[in-house]
Every structure is written in C-alpha cells, then in structure tokens.
Nanobody, 123 residues
C-alpha cells in the first residue's frame, strides 16, 4: 500500500516536497516513480528511482525536481523547486516489483498506485 502526501497551494517559484510512504512490502525491492495528471491531460511520468538509487527525470522537470528514497522510513520523496503554473496536477506515486527504473520500462510494468495528492501552483 502506498500513501502520498505533501500537496498544496504554492506560488510560482516556490517549493513543495511530496512523500510516499509504503507499507506491507519490502521497500528496497521496488523501484518507485511519481506521475502527474493535469485536468484534461494524460498521466505523465515525471521521475523514477531504482533500487540502487539511480534516477530519471522528465525533461520538463529536470533540474527542478529531485526524487529520493529513505529505506529506513520506507518512503520516497519528490522535492519540487522553482515550481511553475504548468506543474499544477494531481501527483501519484507508484511502485513496480523490479530494480529497473528507465521511463520506458517503468511505464509498461504492472504498478501499485498510491492515491493522488493535488499540487496547485499559482502565477
């Protein structure tokens, strides 16, 4: 089970940190990712982290977002800096039972989803 938190309202240029807590599964075995979905748009993969700590980012967030994992707390976080109005979305965390974390691979694997958390960036 995944539990996402940390969304909210922030002004453009601000920062937010999303967290995804996992339970009922061995955290270190799973690669994790964050997706987002804006109204009327398809769900977009924005960041992944593999079991070895390797990361990938969508071009739209590279240099602004940072994904990290905490094995002791069984959580994965998404630090979002320099937020823009176009980052406004519902953000979802997801896990796959594999060490792979490339975007292509992550998208096609069966996933466990957390509930979404809304991020709103005002201009």
């Amino acid at each position: 089970q995944l539990q996402a938190s940390g969304g909210g309202l922030v002004q453009a240029g601000g920062s937010l940190r999303l967290s995804c807590a996992t339970s009922g599964r061995p955290f270190g075995r799973y690669s994790m990712g964050w997706f987002r979905q804006a109204p009327g748009k398809e769900r977009e993969l924005v960041a992944t982290i593999g079991t070895g700590g390797g990361t990938n980012y969508a071009d739209s967030v590279k240099g602004r977002f940072s994904i990290s994992g905490d094995n002791a707390k069984n959580t994965v976080s998404l630090q979002m800096n320099s937020l823009r109005p176009e980052d406004t979305s519902v953000y979802y965390c997801a896990a796959i039972d594999s060490p792979g974390y490339s975007f292509t691979y992550f998208k096609i694997q069966s996933k466990v989803w957390g509930q979404g958390t809304l991020v709103t960036v005002s201009s």
